[in-house]
């Protein structure tokens, strides 16, 4: 009828393809631009009642066959996303829209079903699902605290390692900027000065300081700080950083360093001991007789 006439001509113009599966026959009657989606050549296109074997892949089978027993009996329109297998042996995403068609007695007469390949769309959509998932369990797994910041020096993400080595949730931080109240007061024109200087001249920058605990006490951190790259290579304004927990590293520095004045303070002792023995023994206990 018209309505198959208007479906040819819309899918040569919108490249999908459609289908026709009047109730009692095996199988649904399959348009060119179903072949041509799935590169099989169209009379070969299985008609048995066996065709879902052929067409779909097994784990989508029975849903999407149940999706249209249903249809046939509610009305309810079908629309879900299954595997097709092409003219290749691989599988193809395929958005499939179906509906009902009533006959001359107001009864379910047929399915007309529309097919669109989201293929690309849908393996784009699982990569970027796997690299994220990747991301994310590299942060949450990494001792180090990966964050995002704007220029302002906003937090706008940041890795949830934060809580082991802060005390802090990621969500606390985030939207938030690193402003005094949270670095100490020696080194917070330190940890400003590095910030601004990497976002002014895009170059990296490596900084030591000491940044306050949810619970009160300081934490020795040390920064690494550069721009980041948009997808296009460009350098942007905002920054990446990686922060590590240098606590053990900087009490090592210190007991190193008092252990070092303490053998310098006993060495200044000890040489002065020594230069008042010299000095004693090269002077004499008594004073000579005069003749």
Request: charged share 30%; glycine share 6%; hydrophobic share 35%.
């Amino acid at each position: 009828g018209h309505i198959q006439q208007d479906l040819t001509e819309a899918e040569q113009l919108a490249g999908f393809g459609h289908w026709h599966w009047v109730k009692g026959e095996p199988a649904p009657q399959w348009s060119k631009g179903v072949a041509r989606m799935l590169g099989i050549d169209e009379d070969k296109m299985p008609a048995g009642g066996d065709w879902y074997e052929h067409l779909v892949h097994p784990e989508d089978c029975d849903e999407l066959l149940s999706r249209f027993l249903d249809a046939f009996e509610t009305r309810e329109p079908v629309n879900c996303i299954t595997r097709f297998r092409s003219g290749t042996g691989d599988y193809r995403y395929i958005k499939t829209y179906a509906y009902t068609e009533m006959d001359a007695l107001d009864e379910i007469g047929a399915l007309i079903g529309l097919a669109e390949d989201v293929n690309e769309e849908i393996e784009a959509a699982e990569a970027l699902k796997s690299s994220e998932a990747k991301y994310r369990l590299m942060t949450e797994q990494a001792s180090d605290v990966v964050a995002h910041y704007d220029a302002e020096s906003r937090m706008m993400f940041i890795s949830p390692a934060i809580e082991n080595i802060l005390g802090r949730k990621t969500e606390e931080l985030l939207g938030q900027p690193v402003c005094a109240e949270m670095i100490h007061p020696d080194d917070y024109g330190k940890a400003r000065d590095a910030f601004v200087h990497c976002v002014s001249t895009g170059e990296p920058v490596q900084f030591d300081y000491r940044f306050l605990h949810k619970d009160g006490h300081y934490v020795w951190l040390e920064t690494n700080m550069r721009r980041a790259v948009s997808a296009d290579g460009k350098r942007m304004s905002e920054i990446i950083g990686v922060t590590r927990n240098i606590s053990e590293r900087k009490r090592y520095e210190i007991d190193l360093l008092d252990a070092r004045e303490r053998a310098e303070a006993a060495n200044r002792t000890k040489s002065r001991f020594l230069a008042n023995m010299s000095h004693e023994l090269r002077t004499p206990l008594c004073p000579p007789r005069s003749s």
